[in-house]
């Protein structure tokens, strides 16, 4: 009875992978003339994908993701700071470590959208 369930409700969900899934063809616009006339070149339709996409990705890299980069980034040195100047009080040393590594991952994200976009093609 329990494998017979499982049986079921395995060909239910090969079933419905079947029906929901779609194929996924490469764009042939421009076939290659060597490869024959119904080539399909999946690297040129990833490079016009991305050539078309890459100006809507950039304007949310830009202002969405590195501002809230930013922001985490900003909120965390200025609380590790504030504790580790704390704990100057405490022990009497400063640990400059962390503080250090968030203000550098700071200033590397806040210089990012200069040069990011240089960088990938």
């Known amino acids: 009875m329990k494998r017979s369930k499982m049986a079921v409700i395995v060909v239910l969900i090969v079933m419905c992978i079947c029906m929901l899934s779609q194929n996924v063809f490469a764009s042939n616009a421009s076939p290659n003339p060597t490869a024959g ?3 399909s070149n999946v690297s040129k ?3 016009d994908t991305w050539k078309d996409a890459k ?5 949310v890299v830009n202002n969405v993701v590195f501002p809230v980069v930013d922001l985490i980034l900003a909120v965390l040195f200025f609380v590790k700071l504030g504790t580790a100047y704390f704990d100057y009080r405490k022990h009497g040393q400063f640990e400059f470590t962390a503080p250090a590594i968030l ?10 959208p200069l040069y990011i976009w240089s960088i990938l093609p």
Do not use: D, H, N
């Open 55 to 59: 100006g809507q990705v950039q304007t």
């Open 103 to 112: 203000f550098a991952c700071l200033i590397f994200t806040l210089t990012a």
């Open 37 to 39: 006339s119904g080539a």
């Open 45 to 47: 339709a990833i490079e």
